[in-house]
């Protein structure tokens, strides 16, 4: 690997920032499938890093974040075996009954769900098990599923923020920065839920025509819950696995246990349980999401590897060396963690700049802000882009799996409602910030 103390640009970094660029112009043209793109991709970083002497076939391998791979896997597999028995149905019916004939209001339910259960489970985690069922209900009330799927991942988004457990990056700050749980809400809350407040409202501006009911719409739902249970015995049996499940997210983190094989500890016990067919179980499961993601982080690892993220931190570490320079560099690095969270995973910007403030640290100077813009800009970052963020492709896979053409979500449908709900959430962020400084040191 490269130093990374690399004070300008190099040949490697350049060659990887290309290969990066030409993968992300294949995804979002869609020229191809984004999982063809990505895997190519990767193929041509781990290729060219061989040949340049930057990239090795085992850091390409570990690039990969298998916490996050196998999180996913499991999530699926839990969905799949709820999907058969009825239980999303019977959640949807009684949603749909009380909100359906208002869209506007189904919205901002959903959202508001979504957004305070990823500050407690994974975001993802829970977009997992909302997507289905959120398309499940527009389904019902023959409404169209895209807004709701987009609003969806981008507020649980912005809601994993606010607390210690909500997303991965804010996990390894917390830990890096010895931030408990309760400081970590305590400091992030109140920004959040203004930024949430007016996001919401934004939404509702931005999907106005979506939200609108065609001529003669009634919303009416005169289905009966209790018929949409197929198989009680199976649906009581993955409640528990699920119930598992969130309570060790709640207590992981004490004894070291990594998000994947929390999840995975109820799969076993679901198995044990229901025993469903292994071939039908896994049909379910979106291997073209679990690849795609795979190729993505042996790309963006090889532009880590490259130095070329590192040069970007160390920069920012440059110009945070005046105290008297704080709050600009804080809104510095938010913007900058945003810009670059919208297009690679944050994970790797997220373990860069740690080292990073850590370092600044050691030389006395008060890091503490930066940690809180740092945390910020990975999470509002990811809403930039359809592939910004991991809740963000669950939905975008969910709109393509339900097979109803105006619902799909495309990644150019996507940077014209996203791209503009990103930057004014980080205007929000930084205004709140900026007039609140000190309660963030």
Known sequence: MLESSATSLNGPMITAGLILVAAYVLIFSEVMHRMHAA???????????????????????????????FLLAGMMMMVAILRKTGGFEYLAIHIARHTAHRPRRLLVYLTFAVSVISMFLDNVTTVIIFAPLTVLICRMATLNPMPYLMAEAMLSN??????????????????????????????????????????VIMILVVFRKELTPPAGFTGKIDLKAENAIRDFRSLKWVLAGLAVIVVM?????????????????????????????????????????????????????????????????NGIATVSGDPEMLLITCVLLMWVAALLSAIVDNIPFTVTMIPIVLSLDTQGMNVTPLWWALALGVGLGGNGSHIGATANIICVAESERCEIPEARITPMLWLRKGLPIMLVSLIIASVVFALFFDFFL
């Open 158 to 199: 912005i809601g994993g923020i606010a607390t210690l457990v909500g997303d991965p990056p804010n996990i390894m700050i917390g830990s890096a920065a010895k931030i408990d749980f309760n400081s970590f809400l305590f400091h992030m809350g109140p920004i959040v839920s203004v930024v949430w407040a007016v996001i």
């Open 39 to 69: 895997v190519i991709g990767a193929v041509v970083m781990v290729g060219v890093g061989l040949y340049a002497g930057f990239y090795s076939q085992e850091q390409a391998i570990q690039s990969i974040d298998a916490n996050t791979i």
């Open 249 to 313: 997210f709640f207590i992981h983190h004490h004894f070291h246990l990594y998000p994947s094989y929390v999840v995975f500890v109820g799969v076993a016990l679901t198995l044990a349980l229901i025993r469903p067919d292994p071939e039908t179980l896994l049909k379910d499961v979106e291997w073209t999401v679990l690849l795609f993601f795979s190729a993505l982080f042996v790309i963006v690892g090889g532009v880590e590897s490259s130095g070329l993220l590192a040069l970007i931190g």
